[in-house]
């Protein structure tokens, strides 16, 4: 009896272990969130958003004359989300103005369960009336979101879940290798989400962004082996989150190393190092590792970034072999690289202008989005400060910020602020030349300093438009504006 009972233990104990190993899920998981998938509908339907282009082509192909539908996409538009959030302990560069509540609702959407979760897990986030907004808006566009795209799509997205399940193991090494290069300290307490949603397109552009412990990923529901075309893109954005989770004082500790580098594309490099780096690691190296060879393609669709990534692979491919993190002659080597690679990037108005400090007397708000707005139609910068006005002591004391490109719009106020600029940069004269474009170095703050003088925001694009066109800056020199 004593030994029936052992081996009744015994079997109970083996189908109780092999229970609890099926309940145990990997680290990296795939989902398709109803929720999430509802915010990206909702998103591409309305025109603030151009990165949906050709979901947002279909859907307005299908709903556009729907003016029930039409009302929804307009409530979700406005609905404020995009509450900024501070962490002062960061450098600015890096965390400064760059996570929202809008960050934190679709990371909760990406691992809501449904709707309901998804209500739950945002309470707080936004003020309640906005809240149930959101929450209902969502509810009233369910319908229409699974009779054109949710059910159509579910075997698309059984399938390129079961398609991504081998690849996860491997996902996981590979995380766990850049975790150590980034220095992160990422650990498997939280696991990390690959959230799917579907495009029901066989061609066009998808998106992908990385959300807290979540990679947002569309694909092309109607396209065979979609999962193909974003494998690349998961490690590409995986590096991403990992590059903005290091530690606070490795982040301050790699700024420092670039603000103590003497070299003027220091500065540069700094900028595109994010991007660089999950390039390299992500279409570069992990693709290689994926797939046992080197992706023969454009990496990344900027020069700059692809060319500095493919720079970068030799060096960062060494540090991943010896299980090696990211430290102060990686970062001095790196922007040894870049200078090399490309010669002339510290007088070219792309690269000098991808990280600035941005300078306007316009106080209006809607004359600032306007500038902004004309601004990114050509140029794609990073602004760590808006400092307004040109006069105010506080932007007068950054003109002294170290390595970081100064960009200056005088469209209005022009002979004052041209006199102040002028007497706050003694070592350059500034002459009052209308409608043109100058630009310096500044050797006391190394950096650039461009400065665009028109007589009115009708002259600004034309200047925009001139400057970007212009492969390099003459240091000293006007260009001056038809």
């Known amino acids: 009896m004593k030994k029936l009972t052992t081996s009744i233990l015994f079997t109970a104990m083996f189908f109780g272990a092999l229970h609890l190993k099926a309940q145990q899920k990997s680290f990296i998981q795939v989902n398709a969130s109803k929720a999430l998938s509802l915010l990206t509908f909702l998103e591409a339907s309305g025109e603030a958003h151009k990165r949906y282009r050709a979901y947002h082509e279909y859907i307005n192909e299908h709903l556009g004359s729907d003016a029930e539908f039409q009302q929804l996409a307009k409530d979700y538009e406005d609905i404020y989300l995009n509450y900024l959030i501070t962490r002062k302990e960061f450098p600015k560069s890096r965390y400064h103005h760059r996570v929202s509540v809008n960050d934190l609702i679709w990371s ?69 290798k850049t975790n150590t290069f980034y220095q992160s300290g990422w650990t498997k307490d939280l696991p990390f989400k690959l959230a799917v949603y579907p495009i029901p397109l066989a061609n066009g552009n998808t998106t992908a962004t990385a959300k807290g412990n979540a990679l947002i990923c569309g694909f092309l529901a109607k396209r065979k082996n979609p999962h193909k075309d974003i494998l690349g893109v998961i490690i590409h954005e995986i590096c991403h989150t990992l590059y903005a989770e290091q530690p606070a004082r490795l982040q301050r500790d790699i700024q420092q190393w670039f603000d103590e580098n003497p070299s003027a594309f220091a500065p540069i490099a700094n900028s595109y190092l994010d991007e660089a780096l999950a390039t390299v690691l992500g279409n570069g190296w992990a693709n290689k590792e994926l797939t046992g060879e080197m992706d023969p393609n454009p990496w990344y669709n900027n020069r700059y970034i692809d060319g500095f990534a493919r720079a970068l692979y030799p060096l960062t491919e060494e540090y991943l072999k010896a299980d090696k993190p990211i430290d102060k002659a990686y970062i ?140 390099y800056l003459e240091f000293g020199e006007y260009i001056i504006i038809q």
């Open 332 to 471: 001095d080597q790196s922007v040894v690289l870049f200078a090399n690679t490309f010669p002339k990037a510290d007088k070219t108005p792309a690269t000098l202008l991808s990280e600035i400090n941005f300078y306007l007397n316009a106080e209006k708000e809607e004359d600032i989005d306007r500038i902004e707005g004309t601004l990114y139609k050509y140029f794609n910068p990073f602004p760590h400060e808006y400092l307004i006005p040109i006069d105010d002591p506080s932007s007068i004391e950054s003109f002294a910020v170290k390595k970081l490109t100064k960009l200056i719009i005088v469209d209005s106020k022009n002979t004052p602020t041209l006199a102040l600029i002028d007497r706050h940069f003694p070592d350059q004269k500034v002459e009052a030349k209308a409608n043109s474009i100058f630009s310096f170095r500044d050797e006391s703050s190394q950096s650039a300093v461009v400065i665009i003088n028109v007589k009115n925001q009708g002259m600004l694009e034309k200047a925009l438009i001139r400057l970007s066109k212009q492969a």
């Open 108 to 176: 909760a959407a990406a691992n809501a369960t449904n709707l309901d979760d998804f209500n739950v897990r945002i309470t707080g986030l936004l003020p309640y009336i906005s809240q149930n907004t959101l929450y209902q808006t969502l509810k009233r566009a369910e319908p229409y979101y699974d009779k054109l795209v949710w059910n159509p799509a579910q075997a698309s997205i059984e399938d390129i879940q079961k398609k991504l399940a081998p690849y996860l193991p491997e996902f996981e090494r590979i995380f766990f």
